[in-house]
């Protein structure tokens, strides 16, 4: 499948992402995501990194829509590194580990008790000449 929305309340809220591709197997399932991203190679292990809350955003988001499979990979696939493939397979118990993750963030942001990450204000579409407009 390509392109696949996911919408779906979880924790009284709605969730909403769009993944590049899902391949649904009989025990599994897979998650694809390209980047398109411009950076050094040996920069490669920082990119992937700086992409981890946002994959386990999109295996929240499959394993909550497809309850019944216990296995989800995730391919991260960067369009100017081909040969540079990280795959990732989160079992069970480390599915159970992401979903308990997000439920502190949305708890957290109900409660107004969150940490603001200013390194991504020169990406945020709401900041103001790169600087976050929220006090």
């Known amino acids: 499948m390509r392109e696949f929305e996911i919408r779906l309340k979880f924790q009284n809220h709605l969730l909403l992402g769009v993944i590049d591709r899902i391949n649904i197997n009989e025990n599994d399932i897979t998650i694809i995501d390209y980047k398109t991203d411009s950076f050094d190679r040996k ?5 992937i990194n700086e992409y981890k809350t946002q994959m386990e955003f999109y295996v929240l988001l499959v394993s909550e829509f497809f309850k ?13 590194y081909p040969d540079e493939i990280k795959i990732i397979t989160y079992n069970k118990a480390e599915i159970d580990r992401i979903r308990n993750r997000f439920i502190e963030i949305l708890s957290k942001i109900e409660n107004g008790n969150f940490e603001k990450n200013l390194a991504n204000c020169k990406h945020c579409e709401f900041a103001k000449n790169e600087k976050c407009i929220v006090k």
Request: no cysteine; proline share 0%; net charge positive.
């Open 43 to 47: 920069d490669l292990n920082a990119k």
């Open 68 to 80: 019944k499979k216990e296995k989800i990979n995730l391919i991260l696939f960067f369009i100017n």
